[in-house]
């Protein structure tokens, strides 16, 4: 049974930085590609960011230059590394394969906020 389990979520302040974390089990995690998806209250859920097997990676235009994806593949986890933090990136975070299971995780509250 595919499990993904966020973490590293939180209140921040703008132009802060946090550094999300996913877990995932019950896949052959190294053959697919891995995505963080976000999903902003009264929005759709969207994608942000994406890692190829071979560590290739794609952005949306909204997060191109602050946020960082990676991935472990011996620790079955993918990772979002965000800095430079605006309001409009409050939103609950989750990770899934690209294109994604019809399982999702709990998500990771992220708010940015003074």
């Known amino acids: 049974q595919v499990q993904f389990v966020e973490s590293g979520g939180g209140l921040v302040q703008p132009g802060g930085s946090l550094r999300l974390s996913c877990a995932a089990s019950?896949?052959?995690?190294?053959?697919?590609?891995m995505g963080w998806y976000r999903q902003a209250p009264g929005k759709e859920r969207e994608l942000v960011a994406v890692?190829?097997?071979?560590?290739?990676?794609n952005y949306a235009d909204s997060v191109k230059g602050r946020f960082t994806i990676s991935r472990d593949n011996a620790r079955h986890t993918v990772y979002l590394q965000m800095s430079s933090l605006k309001p409009e990136d409050t939103a609950v975070y989750y990770c899934?394969?690209?294109?994604?299971?019809?399982?999702w995780g709990q998500g990771t509250q992220v708010t940015v906020s003074s």
């Open positions: 019950g896949m052959i995690f190294g053959i697919y590609a």
């Open positions: 899934n394969r690209n294109p994604p299971y019809g399982v």
């Open positions: 890692i190829t097997t071979g560590g290739s990676t």
